[in-house]
């Protein structure tokens, strides 16, 4: 699900930081608190429990987004399968955007019904 329905260009424009992972690095860790999610701008990433990957998540994919939402604690591990970068929205910059922006809040939904879907199809 890469066709995206907005220009990236607004994370700029929110000043939304980007962040680097080198291949194998953790990007968060499963019990800590969610206080940002992820959008993947270059790169993989493995979301995992344990030895298990749930999900790789490439080009435009968000992860992280569940906890961030929930308040919750993080549910699984996320680690950079590549040299990866990603824009980190925690909660104030996510309620900006989607205040500002419907069509992100569209596509966070878009990719949360996606994930679910899958996961539906393993069972």
Do not use: C, W
Not at 25 to 32: A, H, M, N, S, V
Not at 87 to 93: E, F, K, L, W
Not at 103 to 118: C, D, E, G, N
């Amino acid at each position: 699900m890469t066709d995206v329905p907005f220009d990236f260009g607004f994370f700029e424009k929110f000043l939304i930081p980007l962040k680097r992972f080198r291949a194998g690095e953790k990007i968060f860790q499963e019990g800590e608190a969610g206080q940002a999610m992820y959008v993947v701008l270059e790169g993989k990433v493995d979301i995992t429990l344990g030895q298990t990957v749930l999900e790789t998540v490439g080009l435009h994919g968000i992860f992280g987004e569940m906890a961030l939402i929930e308040h919750a604690l993080r549910s699984a591990d996320a680690i950079a399968k590549a040299a990866t970068e990603v824009a980190v929205i925690d909660t104030n910059a996510f309620v900006k955007l989607v205040s500002n922006n419907p069509h992100f809040s569209l596509y966070v939904m878009r990719q949360m019904a996606s994930r679910v879907r899958r996961m539906n199809t393993r069972l």
